[in-house]
């Protein structure tokens, strides 16, 4: 007889006070007696409820958080294929009516449905009255220039309070939103919103951003010019400057008192459309409705966040990552919404959490590369600021290195929920993280979210334990995109996500489902690692490498050669001061033989001018391994995804020396 392996002591445990509080303890025992959900067994035992009996599951979260159906529902699932699960036939609703209902209760109206903060971080509060009314307005107006349901609304705009009420505006009126951070260069735009023909575009002259002001009005007009479809412009002086020729003022357009008219539309009308980065073509243009996205949010938000009135809800992010669309949905579980435009690493590289502290923020998320810049910067949070509200910090963007959590609980709070979290722009939502019910253990997410059946798989759709495997989805989630614009056939669509195994969704993520039910993500298997055989998430190289001092960021690509020979090089953007020498070089690959093992030591060592990111801060690994393959630049990347075009010169130049050589 054998004995079972020890389990590793969890960072964090949830007092039992904590648990017993816990919005998903309430809607357990809610569900229990009205859903025959199990009464016992913890979150694991809900969790399975929840993916076995899909229908009741998603019925129930829209009675616990009270829907409000125009019309009512027939069923909750008319056909479970994927792609093109129909959810909730024969329901109207409406998302801006559902992230307004706070302003109904006439002893919420005067508090705060927003914070606003820029780079001084000042505050200043958007009550919940004031939003209604700013959204009555400009849906009058939206009406009045013809905007109609199904029509396209844009914005390109900061993370400012003028795109959230832009965007439920839009929503009320059965519109479809879409957006782009004013960072983005015309051609960037263009490429997202030429797809989808907008007939309204909100517009800022500029932004601020590191302490200086960007004047983007050239822009704007390239924008007006590209953008035939487009009936009006609407222009918001952020940064003082007067109209220009033939656009609305913003002011004008706010200032009415007419009540908000909630257009209900179908449960799968759109919403808004997303982009993914795009960085090998043109983005895709994702496609996610009104009722799926209402329903996953409040679940998400309202159970795994416990996102409640009480709530500040902080999370650093623009308008061009769909980490604001799910930010702005704080709004649905009637919480305060903090919105940072600024840079988030300005004036200093605490600067996040200055406004955590200002603006007392209980939910504070961010990206894993900040926690890790922080970590090398010796910030020390709970030192330096008033962190006692914040009682949950999340990552997303890419895996947290176990260093992250480490330092997370040692520099925030002992008594600090870590939620990292992993989703998707394709969802607009997580697949695995936060539970507040369960613990977290160093390096993991605590597990797969309700309502989502996430499964790892071998090549064979064989699902695993305790190995890595592709993230596969085997059941249909209401956020799932309905369709992408332009894609008249579903082809697109369909081979995105239902090529490698038909009927079953897979993300392109590398995961490993432990047996304690926690989840592990090991990075993109698109550009997997496979050395021998054994496949390799680049995470686990970038946690154990960036870790060394001297190392700013770093970059592995695993590249096929025709001799079928295989080449790992390992890219380092050094630390000002630093330098490669051999001694360096033996220390890196030191490094990650011990930590990790012999196999992941790559063949060489590179220096590199700075690693290449997507618009949203992605590192970009698959155009950098075309490039080395010999693929041209202009082939191997769209131009206009990348933060930083130049840098990638430098990799297309390496192709052409190894070729010669």
């Not at 199990?38 to 229908?55: I, K, N, Q």
């Not at 919103?193 to 002259?205: A, I, K």
């Not at 030192?383 to 609980?409: E, Y």
Request: charged letters at 20%; hydrophobic letters at 40%; aromatic letters at 10%.
């Amino acid at each position: 007889m054998t004995s079972a392996t020890p389990q590793p002591a969890p960072l964090w445990q949830p007092s039992p006070e904590r648990i017993a509080a816990a919005r998903i303890t309430a809607f357990q025992s809610w569900a229990a007696e009205r859903f025959g959900a199990p009464a016992e067994g913890g979150y694991a035992a809900l969790h399975r409820w929840s993916v076995t009996e899909l229908d009741t599951f998603w019925q129930a979260v829209a009675e616990w958080f009270d829907v409000r159906f125009g019309t009512p529902y027939e069923t909750v699932l008319g056909d479970r294929a994927m792609p093109g699960a129909q959810w909730f036939p024969g329901a109207t609703l409406n998302y801006a009516e559902h992230a307004l209902r706070a302003a109904e209760d006439p002893a919420r109206a005067d508090e705060a449905a927003l914070l606003y903060v820029d780079e001084t971080h000042e505050t200043v509060p958007v009550a919940w009255g004031e939003l209604r009314r700013q959204v009555g307005a400009l849906a009058a107006r939206l009406r009045e220039l013809g905007v109609r349901p199904g029509d396209r609304v844009s914005g390109y705009l900061p993370n400012i309070p003028e795109a959230v009420t832009a965007l439920l505006a839009t929503a009320a009126v059965g519109a479809v939103w879409t957006s782009c951070a004013p960072d983005f260069g015309a051609r960037s735009v263009l490429d997202r919103f030429q797809q989808v023909e907008p007939v309204v575009l909100f517009t800022v002259d500029g932004y601020r951003y590191g302490g200086k002001e960007h004047d983007r009005r050239d822009t704007v007009a390239e924008l007006r010019a590209e953008l035939p479809s487009l009936r009006a412009v609407v222009h918001i002086p952020l940064l003082g400057t007067a109209a220009p020729e033939g656009a609305l003022e913003w002011s004008e357009l706010t200032a009415g008192t007419a009540e908000p008219v909630f257009e209900q539309v179908p449960f799968d009308h759109p919403l808004w459309v997303l982009y993914s980065s795009g960085t090998t073509g043109l983005p895709k243009a994702i496609v996610q409705s009104q009722g799926g996205i209402l329903l996953e949010h409040l679940k998400q938000l309202g159970l795994h966040c416990d996102l409640g009135p009480e709530d500040r809800f902080f999370w650093y992010t623009s308008t061009g990552w769909m980490m604001w669309n799910f930010l702005v949905s704080g709004l649905l579980t009637g919480t305060t919404v903090v919105l940072y435009d600024g840079s988030p690493g300005y004036p200093d590289t605490g600067a996040q959490w200055r406004i955590a502290e200002r603006t007392r923020a209980t939910l504070y998320g961010t990206s894993a590369a900040y926690v890790m810049a922080c970590r090398k910067a010796e910030v020390h949070p709970a030192r330096d600021f008033d962190l006692s509200a914040v009682k949950c910090v999340a990552t997303t963007g890419s895996p947290l290195p176990p260093d992250g959590f480490r330092w997370l609980h040692d520099e925030v709070a002992d008594d600090l929920w870590i939620a990292s979290v992993s989703g998707g722009t394709d969802v607009c939502s997580c697949f695995a993280g936060a539970v507040p019910t369960l613990p977290v253990h160093i390096g993991e997410l605590q597990a797969p979210c309700l309502g989502t059946d996430l499964q790892s798989w071998d090549p064979a759709g064989k699902p695993l334990t305790g190995e890595v495997g592709e993230l596969v989805v085997t059941n249909p989630m209401p956020s799932m995109p309905v369709y992408f614009w332009n894609d008249p056939d579903g082809s697109r669509y369909h081979d995105s996500y239902f090529e490698m195994f038909p009927g079953v969704w897979r993300h392109g993520d590398w995961i490993t489902l432990t047996d304690r039910g926690s989840v592990v993500i090991h990075g993109r298997s698109d550009s997997t690692l496979n050395r021998q055989g054994v496949r390799m998430g680049s995470a686990d190289i970038y946690e154990a490498v960036e870790r060394l001092p001297e190392i700013k960021e770093s970059l592995v690509i695993g590249l096929e050669e025709a001799d079928g020979g295989y080449w790992m090089p390992l890219f380092v953007h050094l630390v000002p001061g630093a330098e490669l020498d051999d001694a360096l070089r033996e220390k890196i690959k030191r490094t990650i033989r011990a930590e990790l093992s012999p196999r992941h030591v790559p063949d060489e060592v590179i220096e590199v001018p700075g690693v290449p990111h997507t618009l949203t801060g992605k590192r970009i690994e698959v155009p950098v391994k075309r490039l080395l393959q010999g693929t041209p630049l202009d082939k191997a990347v769209n131009a206009g995804s990348v933060d930083d075009l130049g840098l990638l010169r430098f990799y297309e130049e390496l192709a052409r020396t190894r070729k010669q050589a």
